[in-house]
Every structure is written in structure tokens, then in C-alpha cells.
């Protein structure tokens, strides 16, 4: 944006701040430096002014001030556009600071700059300081930008989506209901339209883009629904708690004996270890990486997954 | 007082064009609606200062005052809305028209900090308990219809499992005390004792993290709080060298370094996830949903481990002595099992 364009929308902001009264587009032209001569030039431009104004979020209103007034005309009502008086003591406002620092590298981190300056200018003192407390990060992730602007301007969308243990991805069309970070991952929840049913997709599963398949508003989020709930219905473990009974070394396989229920010797160097799993794939999948530290006793089909488990690795 | 730069009604201006700065003119029109307001309410405020919490130079800065003193309206009466001075530095506003309060916040703004915030109030840690609840209720008011949306975006936070330790991590980084750890090192299956001066405690991707000079190695180390096996606060004060840097953990946590061993991994459909969860430097298809990854480690166990658990679905193709490492691996532990 060049600085000419720059002082013309500031211009614009100013005297329709200003105007208690609307005011139309000749009467803007009259007031606002910067508008070209001729009447079509200056309507192409103000249009795109307009557009410009309401994509930074200014509420910039359409209206007539009686009923006699033929030409529409615009203001910006004080408040619409103000954001209210907000003060924060210096214990929320240094939370405020580390809340902002979440974002640092992911999608959002522009917005929370960004509203962070506002608040700023709104008298906040959120200072940068570093602080002995806890600090989180986000991490980014490619789809997020998309599915965000999705769920929040309710839009259906498609993407390509590898399912675990898919050789190929497939197209998937969903009316996303809410991103959730679960574990450290990002999660989309909604409705998929081809399975006409709930479903919740892992982000860093999808491939290519994600695109908009409708307009903003078009997606219904169904009464009383929460997205966290969903992707934790869907993520959870089954939560039946087997018991495992293990050998395993003396002095090794430690991240079997941190669960442990029960240990007692077994032999010289050995040790008959009991612990609680519930999916047998993965046990075995996590016993076999102690190799020869550990060897599943009981149940039957633990060991024999740890069984396959092995020889698949020596395939 | 400093004068601007006359105010010209012609538009261009100053000779500044086209401007130094990459910002684009939208932001620089969003800085330009805050200035003002930030001004206004502290009555009178330094260059430095304030060019230093719009993350712009001086220069800049002293380019956007003139540019908002040369704003003028032509009619009725020709007149101009803002008033300012930057005399010896300081920045006052002596008329500022309209434009004293700043824009409400956008959609995702708004979201960006509840979301955050909400998080944060969900690792629950320490006394910032109050502070949170207190600054989520007031920014969700001054937000209004703008936050809503935020409740679409949710962050979980799993409880800190480990609440005794992350006290005394808490105490320890406060009394800057020196602390002991049995800690767990799973890809050598070692618990390891080292002494370690703290530095700071991270949440990363889900986790929480004691990041801390460790005097075992020698260099700073990250520490993930599950895997700490026992914790001791020590009478010791910490001492963290000088030329201790916290890592960038925004660039990934696990950072190969270039004298690591190189892996080269060839995964089926239901071992991709290994990609997912490591940086790899090189991720080759190969059709059928087959992938080659070629990853960095600096210690060849930590290789050993996870192709025992990939089982059929991944094979080390390359060293080829590490491949054979983990076939004999798996026949030792095979051969346990006849």
C-alpha cells in the first residue's frame, strides 16, 4: 500500500468517525483528500476502500439518515469500532504477555501481536519481561490457517486425508466444527458428509491443501456440541486394564518397572515383572523395543504379538 | 516544538517513498489507528518507548507521527483531526478528534489470546490461577461478539501429571537452587543421575519440559518431567554459565546436529507416523504408501529401539551395520522366546 493510499484510508476512518450523521459518497469525495476526478475512477476506488476497511475489521455501516435520502450513505459508528475500556492489574497483564508468546511461530501468532497491540494502545502494559513461570508454545501446523478460517466463518471444506495404515489418501468433504490440540497434536472435528456422521481428523495427516467447498455461514454446528469432547471420545483408549506378566533383566527395561504392580525376582538376573496394558499391538510393540531385555510371559496373545512383533523386524 | 514535516494536502510527502519498510500498508494502517490511543492513554510517552512496543524503528516511528499530523479533512471547513507533537522525544497528542480509543479486536485476535489464555488456565500451574480467570472474564468482555468463535479452537493441556515436581521445579527456579534428577533416558533404557541448574519449564507439543545447564553433559538439556524418576532440591545455588542459550524450541525439539548419524528408514503405510513425530531431513515416496526417511540422531540405540518396536512396518536400509544390528537384535531376543 502506497503512503498516498495509506493517508487517504486513515482520512476515510477519521471523517467517518467523526460524522454522527451518515454521509454519502459525494460528500466523502468533498471531505477526504485523495480521490481522483473523475466520478467512475472515484467509485472503483471507494469500493475497494470500503472493502479494504471492513478486511482490517472496522464497522463500516450502510444507511440512510431519512427516508427521503436517495444516495445510501456510510459511517462508522464510535461504538462499533471502539474497543471497550478494559484495564488489567500488573499480575493480568503479565499474563496476558506469556498468553501471547504461546502462538510464537504458529498461525496465530500475527493475531495475538496484533491484539496485543490494541490493548497496549488501550493503555495495557503488557510488557515482554521474561518470567520464572511456565512457558507454552503451539506449534504450527500447515492446514491450521485454513480449517481455522473455516470454523470460524462456518464453511464446509474438502482435503486430501491419509487415514493410518492408508496407502493412499483419500478426498474427504467436512463441515468442520472446531480445531482442537490434543496432546500436543491439532485435531478437526465435524461432520463428514460422504459418511453422514461424526468425525475427527488428524491435521498433520492431511495432505495438500485444505479448500473452502461453500460459503461462510453454510455450516451448522449442531446445539450443544463440544469439539473437545469429540476428539477425546475419539483418541481415547479403550479403557479395559489387562495385567502383563513379564520377564525382564535386572537392571534393565526401566520403562516397564516405572509401571510396574508387582516386582519379585525370578532366577539368577531375572525378574518377574507384573504391569497393567490395554492394547495389545501396541504393548507388544513396546516390549519388543527392549529386545532381549524383557520377555512377555502371559497373556497368550501378548506374547505372541511380541512374537511377530520381532520377527517382523528381522524380515 | 519539533514540526513534522509540513503538512501538505498534496499526498505524497516527506520524501520517504517508497518506504524502507517490509511491513505491509495494511499493518502499517492498523499501527497507525493504535498509535494515537496508545499515546492518549499514558498523556505523554517517549520515541524510544513506543517504538519499541510497535516493534518499528525511531525512524518509522517519527514517519508515521507525520504522516497522522498531515491528515486533513476538507469540509465542511477544511481542518486537521490530529494534533501531536514529538518535542525532545516525547510524544503528545494534543488532538486526536475521533480516534483516542483503538479498534476492537478482530475474530482472530481475539481468539489467538483466549484460546492461549484458556490453555494456560488449564496447565493450572502455581499462582497465576486467579490472574487467569480474571483476565480471561475481562478480555471475553471487551472481545464481546468477537470471541465467541474462540470456543470453536480448544487446547488440552493434559493435567501435569507430575504436580509435586513441577513445585519444586517452581521453587527451585525461584530460589535458583541446583537440583538432582534420577532421570529415565529412553533410548538407551538408562536412568541417569545428574545434577542440573534449572533455567526455565516449557509445555511443548503437550509435554512439560525442565530446561536446564546439565553438569553431566555439559550443555543445556531439555528434561521431560514424565520421564524423571526422582527430584532433589539442593541447598546448591544454580549456576548457569554465561554462555548458556535456551534452545529455540519454536524450530522443533529435536535438532540433529550435523556430526549425528545419519539413518536411512523405509516405512510401511502403518509406520508413517514416524515421520510425523520426527524431523526428518529427506522423505521419499515410493508408492503404496511407502516412505524413505533419512533421520539424525546422535546415539545409533536410540535407531536400534525403534525398529524393534516399527517391527514389519519400517526397516533401517542404511548404515547397513545398523541394519544389521537390529536383526540380530531381534534374533536374540527371539531365540528367548524357543
Request: proline share 6%.
Amino acid at each position: 500500500m502506497s503512503r498516498r493510499k495509506t493517508e487517504r484510508l486513515l482520512g476515510l476512518v477519521v471523517c467517518l468517525l467523526s460524522s454522527e450523521r451518515y454521509l454519502t459518497a459525494l460528500q466523502i469525495r468533498a471531505a477526504v483528500p485523495g480521490y481522483p476526478e473523475s466520478f467512475e475512477a472515484f467509485k472503483r476506488m471507494f469500493e475497494r476502500d470500503k472493502e479494504e476497511l471492513r478486511e482490517l475489521g472496522i464497522p463500516l455501516e450502510t444507511g440512510s439518515n431519512s427516508a427521503f435520502d436517495e444516495e445510501p450513505g456510510y459511517r462508522i459508528p464510535r461504538q462499533a469500532y471502539e474497543l471497550p475500556e478494559i484495564r488489567l492489574e500488573p499480575d493480568e497483564a503479565a499474563v496476558l504477555a506469556l498468553a501471547a508468546r504461546v502462538w510464537r511461530q504458529a498461525e496465530l501468532a500475527g493475531a495475538a501481536a496484533g491484539a496485543l497491540l490494541k490493548l497496549r494502545a488501550a493503555g495495557v502494559d503488557a510488557e515482554e519481561t521474561p518470567q520464572p513461570g511456565i512457558e507454552p508454545r503451539l506449534a504450527g501446523e500447515a492446514a491450521f490457517g485454513p480449517l481455522w478460517e473455516a470454523v470460524r466463518d462456518r464453511r464446509p471444506v474438502t482435503f486430501a486425508y491419509r487415514a493410518v495404515g492408508r496407502s493412499e489418501p483419500q478426498q474427504r468433504r467436512l463441515e468442520p466444527w472446531g480445531v482442537v490440540n490434543r496432546h500436543g497434536r491439532w485435531y478437526v472435528a465435524g461432520h463428514d458428509r460422504d459418511r453422514d456422521a461424526v468425525r475427527v481428523f488428524r491435521l498433520s495427516r492431511i495432505e495438500g491443501p485444505v479448500r473452502f467447498t461453500g460459503p461462510s455461514g453454510s455450516v451448522t454446528v449442531p446445539e450443544g456440541t463440544d469439539v473437545r469432547e469429540t476428539v477425546r471420545a475419539w483418541d481415547t483408549q479403550p479403557p479395559v486394564q489387562r495385567t502383563a506378566l513379564l520377564r525382564v533383566r535386572n537392571g534393565a527395561g526401566h520403562g516397564i518397572r516405572r509401571y510396574a504392580t508387582s516386582v519379585r525376582p525370578d532366577g539368577e538376573g531375572w525378574d518377574l515383572v507384573e504391569a497393567p496394558f490395554s492394547d495389545v499391538l501396541w504393548y507388544a510393540e513396546h516390549l519388543a523395543s527392549f529386545g532381549r531385555a524383557v520377555i512377555a510371559v502371559e497373556p497368550a496373545d501378548l506374547r505372541e504379538a511380541v512374537i511377530t512383533q520381532l520377527k517382523g523386524a528381522m524380515a | 516544538m519539533t514540526t513534522p514535516t509540513p503538512r501538505s494536502g498534496s499526498g505524497g510527502s516527506g520524501g520517504s517513498s517508497p518506504r524502507a519498510s517490509t511491513a505491509t500498508g495494511s499493518a502499517r494502517l492498523q499501527r497507525l489507528l493504535a498509535l494515537v490511543p496508545y499515546v492518549v492513554s499514558r498523556k505523554a510517552v517517549g520515541l524510544a518507548e513506543t517504538a519499541a512496543a510497535f516493534g518499528v524503528s525511531e525512524r518509522e516511528l517519527v514517519d508515521d507521527l507525520n504522516l497522522l499530523w498531515c491528515v486533513e479533512l476538507r469540509s465542511p471547513d477544511p481542518y486537521c483531526p490530529i494534533d501531536l507533537s514529538y518535542e525532545g522525544g516525547e510524544i503528545v497528542v494534543s488532538q486526536a478528534e475521533q480516534m483516542d480509543r483503538p479498534l476492537r479486536l478482530a475474530v482472530d485476535e481475539a481468539s489467538a489470546l483466549l484460546v492461549a489464555l484458556r490453555m494456560l488456565a488449564e496447565i493450572g500451574a502455581g499462582g497465576e490461577r486467579s490472574a487467569l480467570s480474571r483476565t480471561i472474564a475481562k478480555l471475553e468482555a471487551a472481545a464481546g461478539e468477537a470471541g465467541v468463535p474462540s470456543a470453536q479452537v480448544a487446547v488440552q493441556v493434559d493435567k501435569i501429571a507430575q504436580q509435586a515436581q513441577l513445585t519444586q521445579l517452581q521453587d527451585a527456579l525461584a530460589r535458583r537452587r541446583r537440583v538432582h534428577l534420577s532421570y529415565y533416558v529412553p533410548g538407551r533404557d538408562e536412568t541417569t543421575e545428574r545434577d542440573v541448574d534449572p533455567m526455565r519449564l516449557l509445555v511443548v507439543e503437550g509435554r512439560t519440559y525442565l530446561e536446564g545447564w546439565c553438569r553431566l553433559a555439559e550443555g543445556v538439556r531439555l528434561f521431560r518431567l514424565d520421564r524423571v524418576l526422582g527430584l532433589q532440591v539442593l541447598d546448591q545455588p544454580a549456576e548457569v554459565p554465561a554462555e548458556a542459550e535456551p534452545k529455540d524450541v519454536d524450530q522443533g525439539l529435536y535438532r540433529p546436529a550435523p556430526e549425528d548419524l545419519q539413518v536411512e528408514i523405509e516405512l510401511a503405510p502403518l509406520g508413517r507416523w514416524v515421520a510425523e513425530y520426527y524431523p526428518c531431513e529427506d522423505a521419499a515416496d515410493l508408492g503404496d504408501g511407502r516412505l524413505r526417511v533419512k533421520l539424525r540422531t546422535p546415539d545409533g540405540r536410540w535407531v536400534r529401539r525403534l525398529a524393534l518396536r516399527l517391527g514389519e512396518n519400517g526397516r533401517v536400509v542404511a548404515p547397513a551395520d545398523l541394519a544389521a544390528q537390529v536383526r540380530e537384535d531381534a534374533a536374540a531376543a527371539l531365540a528367548q522366546y524357543a
